[in-house]
């Protein structure tokens, strides 16, 4: 029986840093040999809520490489590839959509949800709020099978101070959302899981939705539908057993990256769904004064040199103001005459101070010196 070979995309990281690179990959199966493989961007289309795929520039003919980095992303995007052979050329279906999503620390939109929970009951209502300086908002949702989805009735916002959307869904599945400005800026995203109530499926952790600061603190807890403070609950991160007691919640006072990973809550034999809480680094704090402190450590010394020298004026000043005498000051140890200036009663008098002999040596040669000496008081 003959089976249609199929194009798999994996993508590594799927939560990356601002401007990071992202790696691309593509698998055909069953494998075989001599393809060439395409690279596609999924591009929304806001007129049918649907998305299309555009080649990756300087991708059109394919590549013999089956991946391929992308430099510098900087916001949330969607990628699919497919492959094809022979002449003419035989393709294999598109890939399945997989989407990349950029941990921005400070987003130009921002999303926020409530209840501030990532874990919901099916058929309970979830209300998302796009703020940000747009006048226009979309919503992504993107489901974790990789469709693309747009919230109904809440595609489009128009509103001056940010708007909201209320929803529910009536199925178990798990999706990340975000907002879209009009201009094409993005919000942070955030995932959110929806669970059915089931006799066996009906135990949800509560974790937050958006990542915690380091050093702040939060407090993890289990809920039942309908009941939302239970006791006697064991907690457990990345799979290893952290806390089994009475307490019903599991509080972390000063959040570190150790803390950071999938945490899982069980009760009376039931467990939850896993939660991924995220860490992000906290800004340093600024001492009292640190900020002039580099400022003062250049301008400090250069006030105390200046006003050392207006001191040695002033007493230069003081000593020639009560003597009226002329003093030589010399540049160098060759005894280069210089220019001295002091004051006789209010005047300001210039006098060339002369070296032995009157004489002035310019270049090389010995010329009387015929400079004018002017108010010599002293001789009246």
């Excluded at 698998?27 to 596609?40: D, I």
């Excluded at 399945?96 to 874990?119: C, G, M, N, Y």
């Excluded at 806390?243 to 570190?256: C, P, T």
């Excluded at 009157?358 to 009246?380: F, I, T």
């Amino acid at each position: 029986m003959f089976t249609s070979p199929e194009s798999i995309l994996t993508v590594s990281p799927s939560w990356l840093n601002l401007g990071a690179s992202v790696t691309l990959s593509c698998e055909v199966k069953p494998s075989s040999a001599g393809w060439r493989f395409h690279w596609y961007q999924a591009v929304p289309d806001l007129s049918k809520n649907i998305y299309r795929y555009d080649p990756l520039p300087g991708n059109i003919s394919g590549t013999v490489n089956n991946s391929i980095i992308i430099h510098g992303q900087k916001h949330p995007a969607g990628f699919a590839c497919r492959a094809g052979r022979g002449n003419p050329e035989y393709f294999t279906f598109y890939s399945q959509t997989k989407f990349i999503w950029s941990a921005d620390p400070h987003p130009a939109a921002s999303l926020s949800v409530s209840p501030d929970r990532e874990q919901h009951f099916t058929s309970e209502s979830v209300t998302l709020n796009c703020g940000g300086n747009s006048a226009e908002w979309r919503v992504w949702e993107v489901i974790e099978s990789g469709y693309l989805l747009y919230i109904n009735n809440c595609s489009t916002w128009r509103s001056t101070t940010g708007s909201s959307c209320t929803f529910s869904s009536h199925w178990s599945h798990k999706s990340v959302f975000c907002c879209e400005s009009g201009s094409g800026e993005f919000s942070n995203a955030v995932n959110i899981t929806f669970q059915h109530w089931f006799t066996d499926e009906d135990l949800l952790l509560v974790s937050p939705v958006h990542p915690v600061t380091e050093g702040a603190s939060v407090t993890l807890s289990c809920r039942l539908r309908g009941e939302n403070q239970l006791s006697n609950v064991t907690f457990y991160h990345n799979d290893k057993l952290i806390q089994n007691d009475s307490r019903g919640e599991l509080n972390i006072s000063a959040v570190s990256q150790s803390d950071e990973g999938f945490y899982k809550c069980e009760h009376s034999g039931k467990v939850s769904p896993q939660s991924w809480m995220a860490v992000k680094a906290a800004k340093p704090a600024l001492k009292p004064g640190s900020s002039s402190f580099p400022v003062m450590l250049v301008v400090g010394p250069v006030i105390g040199v200046v006003l050392l020298i207006l001191l040695l004026l002033l007493c230069r000043f003081r000593q020639t103001k009560g003597s009226g005498r002329v003093e030589t000051v010399y540049q160098d140890d060759q005894q280069q005459p210089l220019y001295s200036s002091l004051l006789h009663g209010d005047l300001g008098v210039y006098e060339t101070i002369r070296q032995p002999g009157n004489y002035v040596n310019v270049s090389g040669q010995e010329q009387p010196d015929y400079a004018n000496v002017s108010a010599r008081s002293d001789s009246a």
